[in-house]
């Protein structure tokens, strides 16, 4: 007969905060006056996440004292990675936050209405109008539930419609640049195509997994891999099938092609969010399907894994070399770093967990500080119009002259990327590839190395091109500049780079805490 | 008859479904290709339900039949904003990305 | 637990559904019209309904009607039909070879999924009766109800997403003045005044209708005995479906001049003798 499940509401109060931060913010749109509406939505979402992260804290305590446990019937499980993943997640949500708010002259980096074709009367009138698409901020929270959901499903279903809600704003989100609206439409169509395909691959491995075991829930996955004798196929096929999907979700190689594509045509600020939380919530998910499901079948499938991982990170390092978008090398170069975390992933080994999510601290704080500067940095027609963002790379020739604090912060969020010393980023790679190598997966940090040198061939040529280069003369006359802003992309890209100091100066403590966080409860 | 003939036409019309969204230029046919991959993995999953006797299966293919149904809302907006944009629905008119 | 037969009739059933519908999912590689391809795959859909009834899956069978042929595919062909229906698309390839490395791919993606299946020793079908005693709907809500709640309270995450999403794609806000039927008359009028058409205030004359040709592709005649092009609906100009006027000579020949009725009007029988 019919039990009620037992409902843990306290476990479950990060998500219901963001949750019932979004649903508020959907009848804010509706109730509250346009002209308020901005301010009120944006210290709703901002509330919510800091109250998110202040509740998952609080978690974590009690996670600490009594244990990691499931809650509701299953569905999802509290335990030290999940909590540091949710923990890391809305850090950097709360900062990409600030940068997807910011105004520059009254204007945000949206469309004024999505609604209104682009180059019509209509949206002339709009932007003239004042309008804003405030839904931007319920949408990114709606997104931001479906990430902290991610990283802590213990079935395939949940994980599954976890992935399909912080998909399904963010498609929308990519397409609602202010500027170059086609680009950013395209954008929206083959991120949504791709993303629902990739999503189809993740559910067929889902049913072939359920067929295998006859249930979703990983503990039980977990149980039934080595008992099960001829039915090897229907789990390593659908194992494959659900890594092909989370693989997709983080940009590794074969299935990389949206990202530069996206990465490029979406609003900058929602490209840092993209390209930091997406990451961290897909690479947690993929640790604990791999490390909670997978171990029995390391052998069958590190062949797949070890290819993908050594042609992401060759792939995105070549191709970051040989591009002259900013945004697209930016891409190119977070495919490559998808390759790095995949060793901790690959590793198998209790440091990997701990380190992968360090270094997607340090390289979210990374990213989301260079995508916030990256909107700033735009260009000026010969009318003295600032319109889009300077997004080639000659653009931003001489400008560590004009904006020194701007090409510091910007030289020193390269650097991270680039993993040197004193960085986030190198601490990062350090704990990642430990890691690896005590997991016995060496020849993979050998091609990590490699392709990091040759990685910070293109970083340092960006901080040259900054500070050793004459700014171009443009021959209609257009020019590079950098705007004023409200100033909250500011705070968001100085909090990222004492972040990115602090974590390569003094690691141990934040370190401390992520290796308390190796074990994933089964 | 077996159950397996239901897998294996799940298995065709999966790939067929896959085949359509690399093949197909228009995004109209390439997302209903995708809608039919979806269907492929219920048809799966209900098979399985009755192999193994658990219902959890059809649970499942409920659930995605209610996920599918707001990624096609959400999917058809796209595709209809685009084409007020720029009066076709293909993938390849005017594609300013590089690809 | 005792195990599972399958009658008969189920295999009949699958052999005779599961051809017609890889052929209707075919249509999706090879169909040049959209909505050709729209109500093919929503043939298919019903067929899927029709097996998951078979595989003791009546609720799901009902719901992939309403959900998939009655909701998901009919908001395709919505799309479609807004789209513009006859928007066919150029089998051409864009890039050389992709085309044959695709069906390659998926082929091989189909050799995969089926040796799987075929070579996986799956257990002894059990069959649901047991789990469906209470029917299969109030099994199935109990499971959705316990088990899955957690899932079933976030896709209304979903569903949000997807309101709020296809709205702010869509909605416009209603930037200048309201115009209203009375505004519209006035300034039609006072353009008439100015001195426009008198197209303006009267009516537009809607397509022809004549002893032989009575069909909405036949223009109007105007006075001076011209077609009127506007009288024809937009949609059939678009296509280029419209019709020629027959020429005067030829109306001639046939004994009626356009605006007079036939020199001898047919009646009956007679009908004959003057179209020959």
Known sequence: ?522 | MSLVNYLVLAGILFAIGSAAVLVRRNSIVAFMGVELMLNAANLTLVTFARMHGDLSGQVIAFFVMVVAAAEVVIGLAIIVSIFRTRGSASLDDASLLKS | ?276
């Not at chain 1, 090897?232 to 099938?241: H, V």
């Not at chain 1, 979406?266 to 897909?282: D, E, I, L, R, Y």
């Not at chain 1, 995508?371 to 790379?393: C, I, P, Q, Y």
């Not at chain 1, 910007?410 to 590839?433: D, E």
């Open chain 1, 1 to 522: 007969m019919f039990v009620a499940p037992h409902i843990e509401w306290a476990a479950l109060t990060p998500v219901l905060i963001l949750l019932g931060a979004a649903v508020i913010g959907v009848l804010v749109e509706a109730f509250v006056p346009r002209a308020s509406r901005r301010l009120v939505q944006l210290a709703l979402s901002a509330l919510a996440v800091a109250g998110a992260l202040v509740a998952v804290t609080w978690r974590w305590t009690v996670v600490q004292s009594s244990g990691p446990r499931e809650l509701v019937a299953g569905a999802l499980r509290e335990d030290g990675p999940a909590l540091l993943a949710q923990a890391v997640l809305l850090v950097l949500s709360l900062l990409a936050l600030l940068v997807i708010a910011d105004r520059s002259r009254g204007e945000d980096g949206f469309a004024p209405t999505a609604a209104a074709v682009p180059g019509s009367e209509y949206e002339d009138q709009a932007r003239r109008a004042g309008l804003a698409q405030t839904e931007v901020f319920p949408l990114t929270m709606f997104a931001v539930t479906g990430m902290l959901v991610f990283p802590a499903a213990a079935d395939l279903l949940t994980m599954f419609i976890a992935l399909e809600v912080l998909s399904l704003p963010l498609y929308l989100l990519a397409g609602l640049a202010r500027y170059r609206r086609l680009l950013s439409q395209e954008a929206s169509l083959k991120y949504f195509l791709l993303g629902a395909f990739s999503s189809a691959f993740f559910l067929m491995g889902l049913a072939l997994l359920y067929g295998y075991a006859g249930s979703v829930r990983l503990d039980e996955l977990a149980v039934a891999v080595p008992a099960m004798a001829g039915m090897d196929g229907l789990l390593l096929a659908g194992s494959a099938l659900v890594i092909v999907g989370l693989l997709f979700k983080v940009g590794a190689v074969p299935f990389h092609a949206w990202t530069p594509d996206v990465y490029q045509g979406a609003p900058t600020s929602v490209t840092g969010f993209m390209a930091a939380c997406t990451k961290v919530a897909a690479f947690a998910a993929l640790l604990r399907f791999v490390y909670v499901v997978t171990p029995g079948l390391t052998w069958d499938l590190a062949p797949f894994l070890w290819t993908v991982a050594i042609l992401t990170m060759v792939v995105g390092t070549v191709l970051a070399i040989v591009q002259t978008d900013m945004k697209r090398t930016l891409a190119y170069s977070s495919v490559a770093h998808a390759g790095f975390l995949l060793l901790g992933v690959i590793a198998l080994d209790e440091r990997g967990i701990g380190g992968v999510i360090f270094y997607l601290l340090a390289y979210g704080l990374a990213t989301v500080g260079s995508f916030g500067l990256v909107s700033l940095v735009r260009t000026k027609d010969a009318d003295g119009n600032v319109t889009s963002e300077a997004g080639h790379l000659s653009e931003w020739a001489g400008l560590g002259r004009r904006s020194p604090v701007l090409a510091v912060s910007f030289a020193l969020f390269l650097l991270s990327f680039a993993g040197i010393p004193l960085t986030a980023g190198f601490t990062g790679k350090f704990a990642v590839f430990s890691a690896a190598v005590a997991g016995g997966a060496w020849p993979l940090v050998v091609v990590a190395v490699l392709a990091s040198a040759a990685a910070a061939f293109f970083y340092v040529r960006i901080i040259v091109l900054m500070f050793f280069t004459e700014p171009p003369v443009a021959e209609d006359g257009s020019s590079t500049t950098v705007v004023r802003t409200e100033g909250l992309t500011a705070v968001a890209v100085v909090v990222c780079a004492v972040g990115t100091v602090l974590l390569g100066v003094v690691p141990s403590a934040i370190l401390a805490i992520t290796a308390q966080a190796s074990k994933f409860l089964l």
């Open chain 3, 1 to 276: 637990m005792t195990g599972l037969t399958i009658s008969a009739g189920e295999g009949v059933l699958f052999w005779i559904l599961a051809p017609l519908m890889v052929l209707g999912a075919l249509s999706l590689l090879f169909a040049r019209r959209t909505v050709h391809i729209a109500v093919s795959i929503a043939g298919v859909m019903v067929g899927l309904a029709v097996m998951y009834i078979a595989n003791e899956a009546t609720f799901l069978g009902v719901a992939q009607v309403v959900v998939y042929t009655g909701a998901v595919m009919m908001l395709f062909v919505f799309v479609i039909m807004l789209v513009g229906v006859d928007s066919t698309e150029s089998l051409t390839e864009t890039l050389r070879g992709q085309r044959w490395l695709a069906a390659l791919s998926a082929l091989g993606l189909a050799i995969l999924l089926g040796a799987v299946v075929t070579r996986a020793v799956l257990p002894e079908p059990v069959g649901l009766a047991a789990a469906n005693a209470d029917s299969n709907p109030v099994a199935v809500a109990r499971l959705v109800f316990s088990d899955f709640v957690f899932a079933f309270e976030l896709t209304g995450a979903l569903l949000i997403t997807a309101a709020v999403g296809a709205l702010s794609l869509t909605h416009r806000v209603r930037l200048g003045i309201k115009v209203d039927q009375r505004t519209l008359a006035e300034a039609k009028l006072k353009r008439y005044g100015a001195g426009g058409d008198a197209t303006l205030v009267v009516n537009r004359p809607g397509p022809g209708v004549y002893a032989r040709h009575n069909s909405a592709d036949m223009p109007a005649v105007d006075a001076a005995g011209n077609p009127v092009e506007e009288s024809i609906t937009t949609v059939l100009r678009v296509r280029g479906q419209e019709r020629e006027l027959p020429s005067a000579e030829e109306l001639a020949d046939a004994g009626h001049p356009y605006g007079s009725p036939a020199v001898e009007a047919p009646t009956g029988t007679q009908a004959k003798e003057i179209d020959a």
